[in-house]
């Protein structure tokens, strides 16, 4: 396979500038380089501004491929916890039914009105509708130890 060489005002600045800063071993005056660089039909001005473009384009790409990754991983975290809060939500409604059903043995009213509340919850309620529920159904089941 040939090596192609693409060639660009770009690439040809840089080339040229390598070229120059090898080819002598003594330090030459700014006006000496100025003038090699001229003569090369370098314009050094427009090369630096070049150059400064190309990195300022640079480093905006990878600011937005980091703030692209950092999108993308916080994405992924708000999905697992809707997952998990999914899971754990319906898990806290199976409860609740449990417990529901268990108060429909005894006090079949209750239940219909605890049905409807579950109904109505929203996800943020679930605890402490099961918890009100625990607490009625363990209320009911001293009563019936306890006897009337």
Do not use: C, W
Not at 16 to 38: C, D, V, W, Y
Not at 40 to 52: G, L, N, T
Not at 64 to 85: F, H, N, T
Request: proline residues 4%; charged residues 35%; glycine residues 4%.
């Amino acid at each position: 396979m040939k090596n192609q060489d693409k060639s660009t005002p770009a690439t040809n600045t840089v080339k040229a500038i390598h070229a120059f800063l090898r080819e002598g071993e003594e330090p030459m005056s700014n006006e000496q380089i100025k003038a090699a660089l001229t003569a090369d039909r370098v314009d050094p001005k427009k090369a630096v501004s070049e150059i400064k473009l190309k990195v300022k384009q640079a480093q905006n790409r990878q600011r937005l491929a980091d703030i692209r990754r950092g999108i993308e991983e916080k994405a992924s975290l708000v999905s697992e916890a809707g997952r998990k809060m999914g899971a754990a939500a319906s898990d806290l409604m199976s409860q609740i039914k449990t417990v529901i059903d268990r108060i429909a043995l005894t006090q079949p009213q209750t239940a219909k009105v605890y049905y409807r509340k579950l109904e109505d919850a929203k996800p943020e309620d679930l605890e402490s509708l099961l918890a009100d529920l625990t607490e009625l159904s363990e209320e009911e089941g001293s009563e019936d130890k306890n006897g009337p």
